[in-house]
């Protein structure tokens, strides 16, 4: 029963995810021959130093960044850029979404509900749906970067453990975000709802990070943004996850799944 | 209690709140072993929330509601186990094939789809369409694939809401006949439907539900006799002087010599006086559903006081 109800819940938007997943492996693959194409870790040092200041400022980058990080430094922009943000939440938040208060919406809850199945069973179908999920999107970016020094062979050097290690922050990121949309959509009864609350927290949570870097006064608040704790430079540079980051990002995501198995054990559906 | 008399279905003060609504008010009822339960009611009578409380999806706020004996909330997935339950057609998944939708009911059902021939043949859905997704099927195509995902299963107890809406008459009768041949074979089926004719034919018991609750509940000839039957009389001479004051009847309408009265319960009264004279033609004509069903709800409240319905 689980296989099936597993099956049938990524089968759903199929499509939709496999064209993200591959947005994602074109955007990271693209990364090594642009860095190729600006003469390595030396010429991208080059351009970081031409830079006005301001404009560093906004990408978050000093002068000698790629003096201290090296190319591994310059492939992790790429990990917190919006385009690959955009594209990794949109197939997280859509997925469970879609699972609970996409199927109280159009009744089709009722075909799995109407069935000898626990709740229990019923959500754990969809967690183990987005654990796959969250791990297609983890490694695929690596693979993707992986690939793309392969071929294009920037000067410089990043191992695969390194790229690994940055696959499972995103990972943990990925957690995070759709453990506690999975507990909004556990309460909720249309997608849309999830979508808006998600985005929501999401946008404001990018943009307190952002924000705080250019604005002393967010600085205080800095740490309650779960991008704080998504650090891909010092995590590729590292070869290792911050501890702070499998903490936060790790137990918000188990306290939203938590908390969203005992409200979908709980509440009322109207299907 | 004997097999015979074994309630499937048992809800005692069944109430289910709604922050300020009161969507069923101490709903008690008792659905026999073998039966054809037929649950009527106007929209928003609270039909639907009771099959949600059956079917283990809400909860209720006080009472108790169990299926062969399991508590339907607390013990849901036992009660669920001998249940085949009836989705909306739009409930169905759109991006599945026919075929694929009825093996993943049957997947997630825990049993073989034993029935499944028997009613894709009953309901006439050809085998071809079950290749097709589900945006090539026209409403009615729909609610048979939902019919055969609720059935083929074979479950012990049957709950359909609406179970024949979109379907056209030849088909609805062939699906009356299967249901018909469930029951024989020991199937329970409740169902709630706002086919009254329908009901009529296929259902032994009822209940009748109105703003969340219970007005009258028992077997269709019961439920009947509550309500006035139909005399029509013709005479072979003129209109008897006194028949308006018969105990029990009340004239409706007078054409010559025939005569339209409405009797309540005892006929002997009115046999007594026509016995003095010459009758050319009786007709009596018991109460049909959609009267019984109208008058339960024009005049539910005099039933509740004890008062003769009509």
Redesign the interface.
């Given at each position: 029963?689980m296989t099936?109800?597993v099956r049938?819940l990524l089968?759903?938007g199929m499509a939709g995810t496999v064209m993200l997943l591959m947005g994602v492996m074109v955007f990271q693959f693209a990364n090594p021959f642009i860095a190729d194409s600006f003469g390595g870790e030396e010429g991208l040092q080059r351009m970081v130093e031409l830079l006005p200041p301001g404009l560093r400022s906004l990408a978050e980058l000093s002068p000698e960044f790629i003096a201290l990080t090296g190319l591994a430094g310059y492939l992790s922009l790429a990990y917190d850029h919006p385009v690959y943000l955009v594209l990794v939440m949109s197939a997280i938040v859509g997925f469970t979404g879609r699972s609970i208060a996409g199927e109280v919406d159009?009744?089709?809850l009722?075909?799995?509900?109407?069935?000898?199945?626990?709740r229990t069973n019923v959500y754990l179908a969809r967690l183990v749906g987005l654990v796959i999920l969250i791990v297609l999107f983890a490694v695929s970016g690596p693979i993707a970067t992986w690939l793309g020094l392969v071929i294009a062979k920037p000067s410089g050097d990043v191992g695969i453990s390194q790229l690994a290690t940055l696959g499972a922050l995103c990972g943990l990121l990925a957690w995070s975000v759709g453990g506690l949309t999975l507990m909004v959509s556990a309460a909720s009864n249309t997608t849309g709802r999830v979508v808006g609350w998600a985005t929501g927290f999401l946008v404001v949570s990018f943009f307190v990070d952002y924000f705080a870097e250019l604005w002393s006064v967010l600085e205080p608040i800095r740490p309650l943004s779960i991008f704080w704790y998504f650090d891909t430079t010092a995590t590729i540079v590292d070869g290792a996850v911050p501890v702070k980051s499998m903490l936060v990002l790790g137990g918000s995501g188990v306290i939203g799944v938590v908390i969203g198995w005992r409200i979908f054990e709980?509440r009322?559906?109207?299907? | 209690m004997t097999s015979a008399s074994r309630s499937v279905i048992e809800t005692d003060r069944l109430t289910k709140e709604y922050e300020r609504i009161r969507a069923l008010d101490a709903i008690s009822l008792q659905v026999p072993e073998g039966s054809i339960f037929g649950f009527l009611g106007p929209n928003g009578a609270g039909k639907t929330t009771t099959i949600?409380v059956l079917?283990?999806?809400?909860?209720a706020t006080s009472g108790r509601a169990s299926v062969f004996g399991h508590d339907c909330w607390s013990d849901g997935?036992?009660a669920?186990?001998r249940?085949g339950?009836l989705?909306?057609a739009?409930?169905?998944?759109p991006?599945l094939s026919g075929g694929d939708q009825l093996e993943?009911?049957a997947?997630?059902?825990?049993a073989a789809p034993v029935w499944r021939d028997r009613l894709l043949d009953a309901l006439e859905l050809g085998r071809d369409m079950l290749g097709r997704r589900l945006g090539a099927y026209s409403k009615g195509m729909r609610q048979k694939l939902a019919l055969v995902?609720?059935t083929q299963h074979a479950p012990e107890l049957l709950i359909f809401d609406e179970p024949t809406d979109g379907l056209d008459p030849l088909i609805q009768r062939n699906f009356e006949e299967l249901l018909r041949e469930f029951r024989a074979e020991g199937t329970t089926i409740f169902m709630s439907s706002h086919d009254l004719g329908e009901v009529e034919r296929l259902c032994d018991q009822l209940a009748v539900v109105r703003a969340g609750k219970l007005i009258a509940s028992g077997s269709m000839a019961s439920l009947k006799r509550q309500f006035s039957q139909r005399v029509e009389i013709t005479f072979a001479n003129t209109i008897p002087i006194g028949i308006e004051h018969v105990a029990g009847a009340s004239m409706t309408e007078r054409n010559g010599s025939r005569v339209t009265l409405h009797l309540d319960r005892d006929i002997n009264p009115l046999l007594h006086f026509l016995a003095c004279h010459e009758v050319e033609r009786m007709v009596i004509r018991p109460p049909e559903l959609q009267e019984v069903f109208l008058g339960y709800y024009e005049q539910g409240e005099a039933m509740a006081d004890g008062a003769p319905l009509r």
């Open positions: 029963m099936a109800m049938r089968r759903r159009r009744g089709t009722a075909l799995t509900m109407a069935r000898p199945i626990p709980r009322d559906l109207g299907i | 949600r079917m283990g999806f809400i909860q997935v036992a669920r186990s249940i339950y989705v909306t739009d409930a169905l998944y991006d993943y009911a997947a997630i059902s825990g995902a609720a």
